[in-house]
């Protein structure tokens, strides 16, 4: 039995980040923005709010840091221009990382096959812990042999 009470389905989607919880009204009161401006994220498809059977907007916190990102951007003064400076800057840097993550998973495949051609098998390790077992025995030879502090330094 556990000592914490079952997840709620409020407790669930007070935790999701994506949870679709603020209206239009309240997600512009709370970014300082127009309604409108929102509307304008949801038609440029940089948003896309779910609707309530309603079928008004609603938007998750997800959402809401996107949309003040925008606006902060855009009351920083970013031109046209620099924006599709930074948008060719991302994704050229976004095609780099694809490829590094392309070569990471490449060498991460080969050092997996290499390592699994050097992994010994079930018999292998069962053999070599037989082995290691029959020289630590008491009735083994190699057990029974002198080692140097049973010897005198004349027999050494």
């Keep these: 039995m556990t000592d914490q009470p079952p997840t709620s389905r409020a407790t669930t989607a007070f935790d999701d980040d994506d949870y679709p919880a603020y209206t239009m009204g309240r997600a512009a009161e709370m970014l300082g923005v127009t309604p409108d401006f929102l509307r304008s994220l949801d038609a440029a498809g940089l948003l896309a709010p779910d609707r309530s059977t309603g079928g008004h907007r609603r938007y998750s916190r997800t959402e809401l840091a996107l949309a003040a990102r925008v606006r902060e951007l855009l009351d920083c003064g970013l031109t046209v221009l620099a924006a599709a400076c930074r948008i060719a800057e991302l994704e050229r840097d976004l095609t780099t990382a694809r490829l ?4 990471l998973d490449n ?3 080969t050092a997996r096959t290499e390592q699994t051609a050097q992994t010994p098998t079930p018999a292998d390790q069962h053999a070599h812990e037989t ?3 029959q020289m630590l025995s008491p009735h083994s030879t190699l057990a029974n042999r002198p080692g140097p502090q049973d010897t005198s330094p004349a027999e050494r």
Excluded: A, N, P, V
Excluded at 100 to 103: L, Y
């Design 100 to 103: 590094r993550i392309t070569e």
């Design 107 to 109: 060498t991460g495949s």
């Design 131 to 133: 082995r290691h077992r």
